[in-house]
């Protein structure tokens, strides 16, 4: 009895499916081209589908152990879904709905840097890799980027950086000079202060002790005298160096003659001048004589 009321009731179950599946729509099938499609309601619900598919395979390419054909596969088809994607998008726009590309996920690296996708067609995104097909042999090695070689530096671009402040010029433009040499220059000038008020005192109590008649001190009178005597020695030192200079001895490098030598060398030039004279003359006389005897001859 058990056994006829389950087959009996599998019966109505396969009878109630069936008429479920009767009362359903057949399956929609997505349009081959999306410029088939005027509708702005069914390509957003197109869109949908596709970044469902999409999720869906991203979310499995995501397995490292399924294998190197299976991630390059599941790569390939994601690809070509958001190759569809961006039709879409573009046919939303076209009938007027919202442009969902402004807002679009870039490509990243395995660190999460923003990486340019490879476009050599110049339409759309290029091809991207996901999950672990970032690490496929081949892959890795596009998002690895080449060290950057140090150029050397040539002599030009040396100079070319060089500028008043590398001589010092500016030094005094950064204020640490300014700050240095105030306290450094009053200590200066109060010391010379203090000095020049020290020698008038001295000055006037010699004075004094002068007009007084009475002995001045050896110090105050020893200092007066050394300043004098430095003066002295000074003036002193400048007279001896402007007659050492006056009588150092004149070095020739060539060997010049003496008086009697030069006295000879003027006495043979003017023989040599006497005997050009007497030489011209003869000849002049010579030349007459040949003449006129050539005009006796005529």
Not at 75 to 95: A, P, Q, Y
Not at 231 to 246: Q, S, T, Y
């Amino acid at each position: 009895m058990a056994r006829n009321e389950e087959k009996a009731q599998s019966m109505l179950n396969r009878f109630i499916t069936m008429k479920e599946e009767e009362k359903k729509k057949p399956k929609e099938r997505r349009p081959y081209l999306a410029s088939e499609c005027r509708d702005l309601e069914e390509t957003d619900k197109w869109r949908q589908k596709i970044m469902r598919e999409i999720g869906r395979k991203v979310s499995e390419i995501q397995n490292e152990g399924l294998g190197e054909h299976r991630l390059r596969d599941l790569n390939d088809e994601i690809n070509k879904l958001i190759r569809e994607k961006t039709h879409w998008e573009r046919r939303i726009v076209e009938l007027g709905g919202p442009n969902y590309t402004r807002h679009s996920a870039k490509m990243t690296d395995l660190d999460g840097n923003i990486v340019d996708a490879p476009n050599p067609g110049g339409r759309g995104p290029g091809y991207r890799y996901f999950g672990a097909a970032k690490k496929l042999p081949g892959v890795k090695e596009l998002f690895e980027k080449p060290p950057e070689l140090r150029k050397r530096r040539t002599r030009y671009d040396i100079y070319k950086r060089i500028d008043a402040s590398y001589y010092g010029y500016r030094d005094d433009e950064d204020g640490i000079l300014e700050k240095l040499d105030g306290p450094a220059e009053e200590k200066m000038r109060a010391a010379a202060v203090a000095d020049w008020m020290e020698m008038e005192e001295i000055k006037k109590e010699a004075r004094r002790a002068v007009k007084s008649g009475e002995v001045a001190e050896v110090g105050l009178v020893s200092k007066i005298l050394f300043e004098e005597e430095e003066d002295v020695v000074e003036e002193e030192r400048k007279k001896e160096l402007e007659k050492e200079e006056k009588e150092k001895e004149f070095v020739a490098h060539v060997p010049l003659p003496d008086e009697k030598e030069i006295e000879r060398m003027v006495l043979e030039r003017k023989k040599q001048e006497l005997l050009s004279k007497y030489t011209s003359e003869n000849l002049l006389e010579e030349q007459t004589e040949a003449k006129a005897m050539l005009n006796i001859q005529r």
